[in-house]
């Protein structure tokens, strides 16, 4: 029976010390499943931050054409005030955008094709009859473009369009 009593015992404590091998080993991750965590999360991440900064983007264009459409109807505004004819140079910094958005300005008159530069000088009259030049800007710049065609009776934009990049 010692015999018996002895091999009892030797299947008891290797039984004991295989459960707590294994009991140990469930408790814990392997490197594998580390690994794979933690590549998800970089990749929600990268994710999350491409599109918050598209959106940033765009919030940055809608901010530099509200800009845009507030400088002339500013400029319409004073020219029906004073009685006296605005004149507001086309330069890069024109419409106070240089913060919001900085990008290269064009424009198109009434009866061209294309956009283009602004020739040095060149200005947007406000009447104090309450009418502008019909006139549409486009400008271009690292986050997009803003295209906006003004209505001469109120220098409000009719058309507006806004494309980001990326």
């Known amino acids: 029976m010692t015999n018996c009593q002895s091999i009892t015992q030797t299947l008891q404590t290797t039984l004991k010390a295989q459960r707590g091998f294994r009991h140990s080993r469930a408790a814990g991750f392997t490197l594998l499943e580390i690994i794979v965590a933690m590549s998800l999360t970089m990749l929600i991440i990268g994710i999350a931050t491409v599109s918050i900064s598209g959106v940033r983007a765009e919030d940055k264009l809608r901010r530099a054409a509200a800009m845009i459409e507030t400088t ?39 009866g061209e094709s ?24 486009r ?3 690292p986050a997009g473009q803003i295209e906006i065609g003004f209505d001469p ?9 806004i494309q980001v990049k990326g």
């Open 139 to 141: 400008i271009s710049g």
């Open 72 to 110: 002339a109807r500013q400029n319409l505004l004073q020219a029906l005030n004073s009685q006296q004819t605005v004149r507001m140079e086309l330069s890069a910094g024109a419409f106070g955008s240089s913060d919001e958005f900085s990008g290269m300005l064009q424009v198109r008159r009434y």
């Open 114 to 137: 294309a956009f283009r530069k602004p020739k040095r000088g060149e200005a947007w009259e406000f009447s104090p009859s309450g009418i502008c030049e019909p006139i549409e800007v």
């Open 153 to 161: 009776l109120t220098a409000c934009a009719k058309r507006k369009s």
